[in-house]
Antibody, heavy 122, light 107 residues
Framework: EVQLLESGGDLVQPGGSLRISCAAS????????MNWVRQAPGKGLEWVAT????????YNADSLRGRFTISRDNSKNTLYLQMNSLRADDTAVYYC???????????????WGQGTMVTVSS | DIQMTQSPSTLSASVGDRVTITCRAS??????LAWYQQRVGKAPRLLIY???TLETGVPSRFSGSGSGTEFTLTISSLQPDDFATYFC?????????FGQGTKVEIK
């Protein structure tokens, strides 16, 4: 069964850092681009970042202004999101999602994890 | 970035109704559009990609159409499981923007 499992969400003080993870199983991880999408409480979905299957290419939301970095370890079938200089408006559920197309980057997200909650508050 | 505008924001309907949700893009994006369903407290679920292709396992009462800047999601006969929030998403550019969502409520 294809599965994504996020972890690492926590309560963090403003200005702090956090790294969240997404463990993948049931598919050949390195063949698929992966994504992070977040959802603030009661709000809509916001795309955060995408990384190609090889990890060579990354794409980030301009609004995050370089504070967040997406990466992956294909030997561990794991996706990461490093978040720095966290602010209250970064409070959200963070989902990882698999890109549908084999070795494609521009495609829909066909598999989603259950999400991990990041709360930024003093 | 391409802006995606969904309408309506909220829709009240009854079981058995035909429901249509619209998504408009701020620029031409061919058919690089997906639709997702999100039930309360759950992760989004892919329904349709490439504007009109039904994802495997999705009931045939869901359909999508459109190209360029205007797209629609139609539910031909609303079922109890379909009361949820629906999002469109463009993937024509690297910034994969979502619409703001349409909540389908019980009338």
């Amino acid at each position: 069964e294809v599965q994504l499992l996020e972890s690492g969400g926590d309560l963090v003080q403003p200005g702090g850092s956090l790294r969240i993870s997404c463990a993948a199983s049931g598919f050949t991880f390195s063949n698929y681009a992966m994504n992070w999408v977040r959802q603030a409480p009661g709000k809509g979905l916001e795309w955060v970042a995408t990384i190609s299957g090889s990890g060579i290419s990354t794409y980030n939301a301009d609004s995050l202004r370089g504070r967040f970095t997406i990466s992956r370890d294909n030997s561990k079938n794991t996706l990461y999101l490093q978040m720095n200089s966290l602010r209250a408006d970064d409070t959200a559920v963070y989902y990882c999602a698999k890109t549908r197309a084999f070795r494609g980057v521009y495609d829909a997200f066909d598999i989603w994890g259950q999400g991990t909650m990041v709360t930024v508050s003093s | 970035d391409i802006q995606m505008t969904q309408s309506p924001s909220t829709l009240s309907a009854s079981v058995g109704d035909r429901v249509t949700i619209t998504c408009r893009a701020s620029q031409n994006m061919s058919t690089w559009l997906a639709w997702y369903q999100q039930r309360v407290g759950k992760a989004p679920r892919l329904l349709i990609y490439k504007a009109s292709t039904l994802e495997t396992g999705v009931p045939s009462r869901f359909s999508g159409s459109g190209s360029g800047t205007e797209f629609t999601l139609t539910i031909s006969s609303l079922q109890p499981d379909d009361f949820a929030t629906y999002f469109c998403q463009q993937y024509n550019t690297y910034a994969r923007t979502f619409g703001q969502g349409t909540k389908v409520e019980i009338k």
